[in-house]
Nanobody, 118 residues
Framework: QVQLVESGGGLVQPGGSLRLSCAAS????????MRWYRQAPGKQRELVAA???????NYADSVQGRFTISRDNARNTVTLQMNSLKAEDTGVYYC????????????WGQGTQVTVSS
């Protein structure tokens, strides 16, 4: 069974920074794409940032230039560095991974709360 566990959420003032981490554990052959999604209260879950296995990245327009996604394939982790945080960045952040080679599956983490408020 594969598990994704996020950490690093919390309360931060506008303009501040947070670093989210997600670690994959369990039995699997390979982690392919990894992503961060977020869901604000009353809104649909949205893609924040994505990274391929070879390190190609993609960002939502709303976080471009402020957030950085990275990964460590040896440690099976993905990180989201969030700078210049705004109130509208508030939400539950979820880690997502596409795992496997022949029989692939998508996995979600349990989510971590990020609150940007003064």
């Amino acid at each position: 069974q594969v598990q994704l566990v996020e950490s690093g959420g919390g309360l931060v003032q506008p303009g501040g920074s947070l670093r989210l981490s997600c670690a994959a554990s369990g039995s699997f052959s390979r982690i392919n794409d990894m992503r961060w999604y977020r869901q604000a209260p009353g809104k649909q879950r949205e893609l924040v940032a994505a990274i391929t296995r070879d390190g190609s990245t993609n960002y939502a327009d709303s976080v471009q230039g402020r957030f950085t996604i990275s990964r460590d394939n040896a440690r099976n982790t993905v990180t989201l560095q969030m700078n210049s945080l705004k109130a509208e960045d508030t939400g539950v952040y979820y880690c997502w991974s596409h795992i496997g080679v022949v029989n692939t599956r998508n996995y979600w983490g349990q989510g971590t709360q990020v609150t940007v408020s003064s």
